[in-house]
């Protein structure tokens, strides 16, 4: 099966400021893929090279087996893209511009489109100057999912929506992907590809440093825990734990960071009185430095791993 994304070597440069390096990608079809990093880590540049809004300082790229810039009209017809920043028809009403859209492409069942307006809980008929970020965005991805394309370039899609509509766009990229169509989300929130990724590629200063499940990548990921117990604990009883770090414990309550599991810590604190667990989420960039460390560490580790990755 052809890939539905393929890169190679691809590099945008924009003198001083960052782009992205050498980036070497395969997403195959039928996938829900994430891909991750802080912002301004190339994540928008990335989907901006393969739709040839911009072009490559060096290196190649295919869409659906077609060349980003030979293919691009052939590519267009069969994508949607949903910008991180919308910018639509403002003095047209929701349903005026899904028409006018569907017009354009000329394939939309009506039915369907209707049905995505509402299980997104769309107004159709205020214009669109009149309507908040979060329902400015189901306008977008109502216009991205109607016309069910082979491949879903989204970036950052859930900005502004409530969790409802949320789980509702979740379920929209699963049906894509039972379907055999492919779902390309980049996004800085691990929390909003957990659930939903096949796979997810992260991306820290331009370069893709890796390529992981979701699962292998939780396994790594960094846990700030707060237990509070019904007395006083030893502080010793936890530290050789695996994985735990940053141990205090004060006044009954422990605080720590656990890399990876917390089986060991959850069972080493059962062992006394529980009176309340707190987890605090924690940041990619927590993530990527306990994943990776810094500096020329992380140099080192994505120039190993990034040579070639294969989702």
């Given amino acids: 099966m052809t890939a539905a994304i393929e890169t190679r070597g691809l590099t945008k440069s924009y003198g001083r400021s960052r ?54 009209l052939a ?16 003095e047209l009403t929701g349903r005026q511009l899904l028409t006018y859209l569907g017009n354009l492409h000329g394939h939309v069942d009506a039915a369907y489109r209707d049905s995505l307006i509402e299980r997104l809980e769309l107004d159709p008929f205020k214009r669109i100057k009149t309507l908040s970020r979060g329902n400015k965005q189901k306008v977008g991805l109502v216009a991205a999912f109607m016309i069910r394309p082979e491949l879903l370039m989204l970036d950052e899609p859930t900005a502004g929506l409530d969790p409802f509509v949320q789980l509702e766009f979740e379920r929209l990229c699963e049906e894509a992907r039972s379907g055999g169509r492919t779902v390309f989300i980049s996004s800085h929130q691990l929390p909003e590809v957990e659930h939903l990724c096949d796979r997810v590629g992260i991306i820290r200063e331009g370069k893709l440093l890796a390529v992981e499940t979701i699962a292998d990548l939780k396994a790594r990921a960094l846990h700030r825990l707060e237990i509070d117990f019904g007395g006083p604990v030893d502080a010793a009883t936890f530290s050789n734990l695996p994985g735990v770090r940053d141990l205090a414990v004060t006044d009954g309550t422990l605080r720590c960071t656990v890399m990876g599991s917390v089986d060991a810590l959850i069972k080493a604190a059962a062992r006394f009185e529980v009176h309340n ?33 294969a989702a």
């Fill in 277 to 309: 667990i707190r987890s605090i989420d924690t940041s990619l960039e927590e993530i990527f430095m306990a994943y990776y460390g810094s500096g020329e560490a992380a140099d080192k580790t994505a120039a190993g791993e990034a040579g070639h990755v």
């Fill in 19 to 72: 782009g992205i390096v050498d980036v070497d990608l395969v997403v195959e079809a039928g996938q829900i893929f994430g891909f991750l990093g802080p912002n301004g880590a190339g994540k928008s540049t990335m989907i901006r090279l393969l739709l040839d809004l911009i072009r490559p300082s060096s290196g190649e790229a295919w869409v659906l087996g077609l060349d980003i810039h030979r293919d691009r």
């Fill in 75 to 90: 590519i267009d017809r069969r994508i949607s893209y949903v910008p991180g920043e919308l910018s639509l028809y403002s």
